[in-house]
């Protein structure tokens, strides 16, 4: 008992530190419980802390700031409705083309398996071959269950977007011409012997804008690099793959090495082991390679450096919470876990304590 004591004394006596702790369970449990329902509000306030950044460009430039927030609420809308009516049409009509090649791409795939006894019959037998498709068979028969899942459920889906559509861009606009208010209102209700909170904040605000905005950034620069380079090569559904190798680097480490799995298979069955295949697994290493030590940091330099143990952890911990966003997330969340315990402060020990500890 003597050493919780001590622990307690030490790391939660001081009251900031209460203030602290309780603020941010208090962050975390509204998120966890109203999370879904909760959904087109966070949306909005990542869509406007993101937007926030071109505001203050421009107010810095001596535009007012409701002038500031109409030409940028403009131009969001002007994106929005480009992605929905001009982005989704083309990768829709993309996954289906891929769906209906799927079967004379399995097909390809099996006759190039059944080859492999014979070329390597040490390694591979015919039983590991036939195992392998009927494992193949049987996972494509649950996928195929889903999509009809998927699309039975797709009224609600749809309703769902147009809920999307409609309430998250109304939201944005309100965040960002009330943004002062908004935040008035919000530390109306807090402590007013918050310093260690604002101390916290502070540290990790500037950390996290430039974390989302550098990661929409990376988003759309090596999707769009990506969908260049694939087009050029003649890549078949280069448009889907630039969009999975977009998101990808949503995910650190992990995201680039799943979508290489695609891009490999889609150049091998629509060209076999041939050097138009090499060339494309080349140029998209290259584009991997400029993205992870050119781009990043170029667009993240203020982030702090987490080792990559970290980072993985934070992913897997936080997307299985909150899923994709805890993804997203999951590299400014680690930061905040960071910044909290750099701050905690920490009261000395008495020389009875130290004493006792020796």
Known sequence: MEIVRQWFRRYLSDPQVIILAVLLIAGFAVVLTFGGMLAPVLAGVVIAYLLEGVVAALERFGMPRLAAVLVVFVLFVLFLVFALFGLLPLLSNQIAQLLQQLPNMV?????????????????????????????IRGELATWGQHALSVSVASLVGVITLLVYVILVPVLVFFFLKDKDRILQWVTGYLPRDRDLAATVWRDVNAQIG????????EI????????????????????????????????PYIGAAVVTVP???????????????????AAYGVIQALDGNILVPLLFSEVVNLHPVAIIMAVLIFGGVWGFWGVFFAIPLATLVQAVLKAWPRAPLSEEEETGLV
Do not use: C
């Open 107 to 135: 097909a390809k795939g099996q006759k190039t398996l059944l080859r492999l006894p014979e070329l390597y019959p040490n390694f591979i037998t015919e039983h590991q071959v036939s195992e392998l498709m009927t494992g």
């Open 210 to 217: 430039n974390y989302v905005r550098g990661k929409v950034w």
């Open 220 to 251: 759309l620069i090596v999707g769009v690099v990506t969908y260049a380079v694939f087009a050029l090569m003649g890549l078949q559904y280069a448009l889907l793959l630039a969009t999975l190798v977009g998101f990808s680097v949503i995910i």
């Open 263 to 281: 891009v490999a298979l889609i150049a091998y069955f629509q060209w076999g082991l041939s050097a138009d295949f090499l060339w494309v697994v």
